[in-house]
């Protein structure tokens, strides 16, 4: 074949995968799914009278951060502190009932509204990968929790404790609970499109992780997943996130690295009956991350979103961190 002949064919090819990327980038984004019940009806029953009001920090890029502060049973900070990361499209409000039964416990309690939701920010999406990691260490430093301190994260904020648990950052905290966490779509624990919960835009997603391969971060604003959130509650919620917010608000790809990494006290905990993740199959994925010894309870005739609302699940989330501050003080 002649050069030119080659240099012609090369260049269609070229040409066909740019075309193809581009199409991926403008046409594969996420559906919107049908409204999953079993995520908002729970929160219907929940008394918000006392929900603490909004305070904020100021992180490293001026951004004023919002987050809920519940002081501990009788107003001192003696048995340290936990600090709490919603799950995904939901802000602090979330996680009134959890931070009660702590505060109630006698810890000081902080409920974050993570960058992208809530009050912090536009909602759906941050500025670079890796700014949510930023931002944790800009509120304890500047906050500063009394220790020990506890990061408990549920769900995607689950995944993101195990994203700072396993990270650079592990020393932030002196120990980490992650209730019912997302681990990583190839993990035993994956029901595809969480039980219904999120679409994702795949074809986008593909296209942007080549384009971040190669340095290319422009287009990391483009959202690439949806949630199955009810018009009623849109306003409250966010309704999908961005290809960097969506990054940064789970374990690193490399998950099993993350969960190896983990140095400090830690323990998952998940409702048996989880509609979202496969809960059963926590024990083997932090077995095969060559973590077997971080404990996995299950909590019976618990859901997904019921884990933070149930008695028996705040309970058992009470007597996890309580296990988990005797092992940091040792």
């Known amino acids: 074949m002649k050069p030119r002949t080659i240099a012609v064919a090369v260049s269609a090819i070229v040409a066909a995968l740019l075309l193809a990327l581009a199409?991926?980038?403008?046409?594969?984004?996420?559906?919107?799914?049908?409204?999953?019940?079993?995520?908002?009806?729970?929160?219907?029953?929940?008394d918000f009278s006392a929900l603490p009001p909004l305070a904020r920090y100021a992180a490293r890029d001026g951004a004023q951060l919002a987050y809920?502060?519940?002081?501990?049973?009788?107003?001192t900070a003696s048995r340290g502190s936990v600090v709490l990361v919603h799950g995904s499209s939901a802000n602090s409000q979330s996680m009134h009932p959890l931070a009660q039964r702590f505060a109630q416990a006698g810890f000081t309690v902080y409920a974050l509204d993570i960058?992208?939701?809530?009050?912090?920010?536009?909602?759906?999406?941050i500025a670079y990968i890796g700014q949510l990691d930023d931002d944790l260490e800009d509120f304890v430093r500047t906050v500063q929790p009394a220790g020990p301190k506890t990061l408990a994260g549920f769900s995607s904020g689950g995944g993101f404790a195990i994203r700072v648990a396993g990270g650079e950052r592990q020393a932030l905290f002196d120990n980490y609970l992650f209730m019912a966490p997302y681990t990583n779509r190839h993990a035993a624990t994956y029901r595809p499109n969480g039980g219904g919960w999120v679409s994702v835009g795949m074809p986008r997603v593909i296209a942007l992780v080549l384009l971040n391969r190669i340095g290319i971060t422009g287009l990391n604003h483009l959202p690439v997943i949806a949630f199955a959130?009810?018009?009623a509650p849109r306003a409250e919620l966010?309704?999908?996130?961005?290809?960097?917010l969506v990054t940064n608000?789970?374990?690193?790809?490399?998950?099993?690295?993350?969960?190896?990494?983990?140095?400090?006290?830690?323990a998952v905990l998940a409702g048996r009956n989880d509609e979202v993740f496969?809960?059963?199959?926590?024990?083997?994925?932090?077995?095969?991350?060559?973590?077997?010894?971080?404990?996995?309870?299950?909590?019976?005739?618990?859901?997904?979103?019921?884990?933070?609302l149930s008695p028996a699940a705040r309970a058992a989330a009470v007597d996890a961190v309580e296990r988990l501050d005797g092992l940091a003080q040792h």
């Open 249 to 266: 608000f789970q374990p690193d790809e490399a998950y099993q690295q993350n969960i190896r990494a983990i140095h400090r006290p830690a």
């Open 229 to 231: 959130v009810n018009d």
């Open 68 to 75: 809920r502060r519940y002081p501990g049973a009788g107003g």
């Open 278 to 308: 496969v809960a059963d199959k926590y024990a083997q994925v932090f077995a095969d991350a060559g973590r077997p010894d971080i404990p996995v309870t299950l909590v019976p005739d618990t859901g997904h979103i019921t884990l933070t």
């Open 23 to 46: 199409a991926a980038i403008v046409f594969g984004g996420p559906a919107r799914p049908k409204p999953m019940l079993s995520i908002s009806d729970p929160f219907k029953d929940v």
């Open 115 to 125: 960058r992208g939701h809530g009050a912090s920010g536009p909602r759906g999406d």
């Open 238 to 244: 966010t309704p999908w996130y961005s290809f960097a």
